[in-house]
């Protein structure tokens, strides 16, 4: 499979949740590249990077989130490899800041 970069906001009751750490979680183990982080509107961002199946395995699964998230929309674009630089040294996936 070919490597992808991918660009995804989630929208619906997605802080507060443990959104976040799933997304961690849940990407750390499939091996992904990538960061997540809330943004102040409420939703949570994330860019994810790797095989094109398990990116795409990876967004479904943000479609329905930890068992506390309400998920109601996943925004999907192509992403940037350059995005991946906002990931904190020497980490493969990274929890980021809100902004």
Do not use: K
Request: charged letters at 25%; aromatic letters at 6%; proline letters at 3%.
């Amino acid at each position: 499979m070919s490597a992808v970069v991918r660009h995804v906001t989630v929208r619906g009751r997605v802080q507060g949740v443990g959104y976040r750490a799933w997304v961690d979680h849940e990407a750390r183990a499939r091996g992904l590249e990538g960061w997540v982080r809330n943004l102040r509107d409420g939703s949570v961002e994330a860019v994810f990077a790797g095989a094109e199946d398990v990116v795409a395995a990876m967004i479904a699964a943000c479609r329905r989130g930890p068992s506390l998230a309400r998920v109601e929309a996943v925004q999907e674009e192509a992403g940037h490899s350059d995005a991946l630089n906002l990931r904190r040294p020497g980490e493969r996936f990274s929890v980021l800041p809100t902004i």
